[in-house]
C-alpha cells in the first residue's frame, strides 16, 4: 500500500517562505520511479497544477503562477519529494496535495487525472 504523507504547511506572511515535504511509502514504491507533482485547491475553488518532477531525468514543470517563486525537487535516498515555495502571496492560499504518477509515466504532468496515488494534504495560508 503506498502512503504519501505532505508536511511543512502552516501561517506565513506576504513575502515569506514554506518548504513542504512528501514522504513516501510502500513496499516498492519510489519516488525515483514515478513522477511526482504537487497540487492545490483553494475554498471554493477546482484543485489546480503546481508543480511536477519528471521520473526519468528530472524535468520539471511548473504553473505560470508560480514560475519563479516555486522550486520542485527530489530526494531518493530519503524517498521525499519537496515544494520550496518562496515569495509566498495570499493568493498561494490553499491545502496543497502530493501526488503520484504510475510507474515510469510517460504521460503529461499538468492534469490530476493522471496521478494514481495522493496524499491526504497541507494548508498553507498566507497572510497579507
Known amino acids: 500500500q503506498v502512503q504519501l504523507v505532505e508536511s511543512g504547511g502552516g501561517l506565513v506572511q506576504t513575502g515569506g517562505s514554506l518548504r513542504l515535504s512528501c514522504t513516501a511509502s510502500?513496499?516498492?514504491?519510489?519516488?525515483?520511479?514515478?513522477?511526482m507533482g504537487w497540487f492545490r485547491q483553494a475554498p471554493g475553488k477546482e484543485r489546480e497544477f503546481v508543480a511536477a518532477?519528471?521520473?526519468?531525468?528530472?524535468?520539471?514543470y511548473y504553473a505560470d503562477s508560480v514560475k519563479g517563486r516555486f522550486t520542485i525537487s527530489r530526494d531518493n535516498a530519503k524517498n521525499t519529494v519537496y515544494l520550496q515555495m518562496n515569495s509566498l502571496k495570499p493568493e498561494d492560499t490553499a491545502v496543497y496535495y502530493c501526488?503520484?504518477?504510475?510507474?515510469?509515466?510517460?504521460?503529461?504532468?499538468?492534469?490530476?487525472?493522471?496521478?494514481?496515488?495522493w496524499g491526504q494534504g497541507t494548508q498553507v495560508t498566507v497572510s497579507s
Open positions: 518532477i519528471r521520473w526519468s531525468g528530472g524535468t520539471t
Open positions: 501526488a503520484a504518477t504510475p510507474p515510469v509515466y510517460t504521460g503529461s504532468y499538468y492534469a490530476a487525472v493522471n496521478y494514481r496515488y
Open positions: 510502500g513496499r516498492t514504491f519510489s519516488v525515483s520511479s514515478h513522477g
